[in-house]
């Protein structure tokens, strides 16, 4: 059986980490340009100054999409590549909106639909400048960037995610100061940023509803998912039966409130890797009832005016899973311990499928909307062989492993409308530079030239049986 014929295959990307050109034609400074050219903040003192070269190869890039037979491509709009001081008002930068027209009319030549995600977290440094997400009033200037990039592609863009990862965003980058702008905030500037993104996220929903009326818009969130294995399923099922995936026919007693606990403190000493605290103002129009967060103490004091703003109607969850953390009976569920030797990537992340089955499953039945897989994928060890070819099948295992999970969610009546690979190509992995490799293409960074590896040619038979022999 395949998945439904009008499922969704395609390849993400991120404008920072993809396209280079970082000082050229107009662009302004983003606060990963600062970041990354401050010494000691990435591997080795990398930055995206370069990165895979998009901004002037980007032609070769959806060449091969094309050839791969992937019809979907999700990419970022670097904002102060079209307004460099972050504001509309600030003046555009003609050949920063020229390139993207120029990507957008090459994808939809190609038989190609670009999903654009307007925040990938390269925020205006100038923005950054008058208090970044501390500002409420650049969740404003956020807007009206949003309702220029929308009204300019009518006609040819409708799919749009607003904000990538708050988790990230705020938590790596104001909290952990491991990503851009690399602080450490209190508990109560770190929520008070959190909430500005997501009123952004509210007012640039109502933009875009303004400029395109048709436009399918979500979200992309990262956290903690959890899940159990077939085994323990099969263990607590003993008396009921199971669905034509192999699972239980209802989430386990427990379960569902277990997946959207933040992780341990030792794990999440910030308590904003998870995904509720981003959902539940989206979708359910409230933040959690979750008093272990310290930012409970202040969720209390935002206005109803605020919540109905970050709510606004959106048409999925987009979801970025790359492993989660098994649970295990006793007594209760709790979390398993890693064994010795665990499986894990080039990055030491561990290989975790069955998060794939779980995590739209929980999501789906916590907020009732459909699941988009906006990123999944594995670093790996890749290098170009003796016979010039790019040999990743560790890559096609891990690929192969989480699709059939993912395969088992659609079987199971769980609405997933689309899968995105993480990364069209090898690129730059934020503070971790070109250490990572994430791409079905191989980037050779001495040279810019592009090798599809043999999970390219592998992703490409999926797509084109539509997952039926996963």
């Known amino acids: 059986m395949s998945f439904p014929k009008d499922f969704v295959w395609g390849a993400a990307s991120a404008s920072y980490q993809i396209e280079g050109g970082a ?21 080795g003192g990398h930055t995206g100054d370069t990165a895979a070269d998009a901004y002037h190869r980007f032609e070769e890039d959806l060449n091969l999409m094309q050839q791969m037979g992937i019809r979907h491509y999700r990419f970022s709009i670097s904002w102060p590549r079209v307004f460099p001081d972050g504001t509309t008002h600030g003046g555009l930068n003609p050949a920063g909106i020229a390139y993207y027209d120029k990507v957008v009319d090459g994808c939809l030549a190609r038989g190609i639909t670009p999903w654009i995600t307007l925040y990938h977290w390269d925020l205006p440094l ?7 997400w501390l500002n409420r009033e650049n969740a404003y200037h956020f807007a009206d960037y949003a309702a220029y990039i929308t009204a300019h592609f009518r006609g040819r863009v409708n799919r749009y995610i607003t904000i990538n990862e708050p988790q990230c965003a705020i938590g790596l980058g104001l909290g952990a100061g491991a990503h851009a702008p690399g602080l450490r905030l209190s508990a109560k500037e770190l929520f008070n940023a959190w909430h500005n993104l997501l009123l952004a996220h509210g007012l640039a929903v109502r933009e875009i509803r303004n400029a395109v009326p048709d436009a399918i818009i979500g979200v992309a969130s990262t956290g903690a998912l959890t899940y159990l294995t077939e085994k323990t399923c099969a263990g607590m099922a003993s008396s009921s039966p199971l669905t034509k995936a192999g699972y239980l026919p209802e989430t386990p007693s427990g379960l569902a409130d277990a997946a959207f606990l933040s992780l341990p403190a030792d794990r999440n000493p910030g308590y904003y890797f998870n995904h509720q605290w981003f959902l539940d103002p989206v979708f359910l129009g409230r933040y959690p009832d979750d008093p272990e967060n310290p930012w409970a103490d202040f969720a209390g004091s935002v206005t109803a005016e605020d919540l109905g703003i970050i709510s606004a109607p959106v048409d999925f969850a987009g979801l970025n899973i790359y492993n989660g953390h098994e649970l295990v009976p006793d007594g209760k569920l709790v979390y398993a311990e890693k064994y010795p030797g665990y499986p894990r990537t080039a990055l030491k992340w561990p290989v975790t499928p069955e998060v794939l089955y779980w995590g739209p499953r929980l999501i789906y039945e916590r907020y009732g909307k459909p699941v988009c897989i906006t990123e999944n994928g594995q670093s790996g060890n890749d290098r170009i062989f003796l016979d ?5 099948p560790d890559r096609i295992d ?10 088992k969610a659609v ?17 730059y992995e934020w503070h971790s530079g070109y250490e990572e490799r994430f791409g079905l293409i191989y980037i050779d960074y001495l040279s810019q030239r592009r090798i599809p590896k043999d999970s390219a040619a592998w992703y490409a038979g999926v797509i084109k049986t539509n997952g039926e022999d996963l």
Request: glycine share 12%.
């Open 23 to 43: 000082f050229e034609d107009g662009k302004g400074h983003s606060i990963w340009d600062q970041f990354s050219h401050t010494p000691g903040k990435t591997f």
């Open 126 to 132: 100038a923005l950054y400048e008058k208090g970044g």
């Open 388 to 392: 010039g070819k790019v040999h990743d």
């Open 398 to 407: 891990f690929l192969h492993r989480y699709l059939r999970e993912l395969k």
């Open 411 to 427: 079987l199971d009546g769980i609405p997933v409308q689309a899968y995105f690979h993480w990364s069209l190509t090898d690129n």
